[in-house]
């Protein structure tokens, strides 16, 4: 066990009560970030932590400010504590136990016995050895962070996809039997009493032949008095594999087992409302449900997601809030937006940014006018730049509120007088166009501001 973190954990009660001052302050306004909001409603709003980007500012800033708990993405795993037998390294995921604590917030442990990110020795050990090394494992994690861990993934990804319902096929599985689970489970409790002990997994979201196994594992668990205290359901989602529409339902039949249930590692690919609104989804169905204790997003931002490709996460590769981020905190009762000075993306962030809007205002046989309307955005701009590309045959005789540089048909325009604009307010700029026999209307490029 760690000697420093017991006597950090002291200091760490106070900070956490401090924590919990800050959010009660904040939530007699009006919660404005999503690990207030969801203390708000009695639950943790979490997020995968790489130990690796904490030393980036934005990334620490955006977890500092927006998040009530972190699980190591990758740190806990049986191949980064455990990578020859017997000798264990810490070094990563103390980083982010350390971090976590300074900041208050919890920590769930993820994960003791998967399949996966497993290295070669355990695959070759012999049935007793395997078990020997397996309860060696949970007693070595569990007992390095004894008393610091909320909720543990003790066993992870047991089941097989598909219709069958059948058992994944692992060293634990092949050469232990289904007993590793329980056994797993008992090691578990008597290494960390304090400790929630999880089964956590995939395509279990909505009623189906896997979570259906996993519902009747969990319910023979509870009836012969093995410890198991939570359910966790990952939750990643796309459009092959869309939030189920039975998932509250789902979630209730766990909880009704009498065991807690979490959303472990939420992501959801796709982006804009479409993506807020499944966000939504997901939040509303925890909330329905009382045993349903907190939710954890697979990562901050989109930049450094497993699935990066698909955009799932709620802050962009720049750390600003996506739709998704305020639907969810919407969804969970706090309101960030608009006009929160703090929050990026929003007034008073210190981005500037513009918009320009074309119109036709004249026209007549051999000609017309045209206008570009200016508008900043939520902050105040002391100048900006537009761009006007005319079709081929077309030239313009005259410009007036602004000023402008041609190359070829192409206008840049800057400001003349009209460069300054409070945040929201407008200005404009018009011209006179030639056709030379084209009617077609220019293109209005993207307004920046400075
Ligand atoms: C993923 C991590 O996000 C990646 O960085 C790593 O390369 C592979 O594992 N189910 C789990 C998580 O339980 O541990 C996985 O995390 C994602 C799927």
């Known amino acids: 066990m760690r000697m420093i973190r017991r006597l950090s954990r002291a200091a760490t009660a106070g900070l956490v009560a401090a924590a919990a001052l800050t959010a009660a302050a904040h939530s007699a306004e009006a919660a404005d970030t999503l690990g207030s909001a969801a203390a708000g409603q009695g639950r943790y709003f979490g997020t995968a932590v790489a130990a690796s980007h904490l030393g980036e500012a934005d990334y620490a800033a955006t977890l500092d ?8 993405e990758n740190e806990m795993k049986w191949d980064a504590t455990e990578p020859s037998r017997g000798t264990f390294t810490f070094t990563s995921a103390d980083r982010i136990v350390d971090h976590a604590q300074s900041q208050g917030m919890d920590v769930r442990g993820h994960t003791l016995v998967w399949h996966s990110q497993l290295p070669s020795w355990v695959g070759s050990l012999g049935a007793s050895d395997l078990r020997t090394a397996m309860n060696n494992h949970i007693n070595g994690l569990m007992g390095h962070y004894k008393g610091e861990i909320h909720s543990w993934d003790v066993v992870n990804e047991a089941f097989q996809d598909g219709g069958s319902g059948a058992r994944r096929s692992s060293p634990f599985q092949d050469k232990l039997g ?16 304090a400790a929630k002990l999880c089964y956590n997994d995939y395509n279990t979201d909505g009623v189906n032949a896997k979570s259906n196994a996993v519902y009747t594992m969990v319910k023979d668990f509870k009836s012969r008095g093995v410890p198991i205290d939570c359910v966790g359901f990952q939750s990643h989602f796309n459009p092959n594999s ?43 169905a925890c ?14 931002t989109d930049k450094y997601s497993w699935r990066s490709s698909g955009t799932p996460l709620l802050f962009d590769g720049n750390y600003t809030e996506k739709p998704a981020y305020d639907a969810v905190l919407a969804a969970l009762g706090g309101s960030g937006d608009p006009g929160d000075p703090g929050d990026p993306g929003d007034p008073g962030d210190g981005t500037v940014s513009c918009t320009a809007t074309y119109t036709r205002t004249a026209d007549w046989n051999s000609g017309y006018n045209g206008q570009v309307t200016i508008t900043a955005g939520g902050e105040p701009i002391s100048s900006w730049t537009a761009t006007v590309t005319l079709p081929a045959q077309q030239t313009v005789s005259s410009l007036w509120n602004g000023t402008p540089t041609r190359s070829g048909n192409v206008l840049t325009v800057r400001p003349s007088w009209n460069g300054t604009l409070a945040a929201g307010a407008s200005t404009s700029f018009g011209f006179t166009v030639t056709k030379n026999g084209s009617d077609a209307a220019p293109t209005v490029g993207g307004c920046t501001a400075s």
Do not use: H, M
């Open 178 to 193: 289904d007993g590793f689970i329980e056994e797993a489970f008992r090691t578990a409790r008597a290494a960390d009493p």
């Open 65 to 72: 400010r927006e998040f009530s708990s972190v699980t190591p």
């Open 242 to 284: 869309p939030v189920p529409s039975d998932y509250r339902q789902n979630l209730q039949r766990f909880a009704d087992l009498g065991v807690d249930v979490q959303i472990t590692e939420l992501d959801i690919e796709g982006s804009g409302s479409a993506q807020a609104a499944n966000y939504t989804k997901v939040v509303e």
């Open 287 to 300: 909330l329905a449900v009382d045993r349903c204790t907190g939710l954890t997003v697979w990562g901050i």
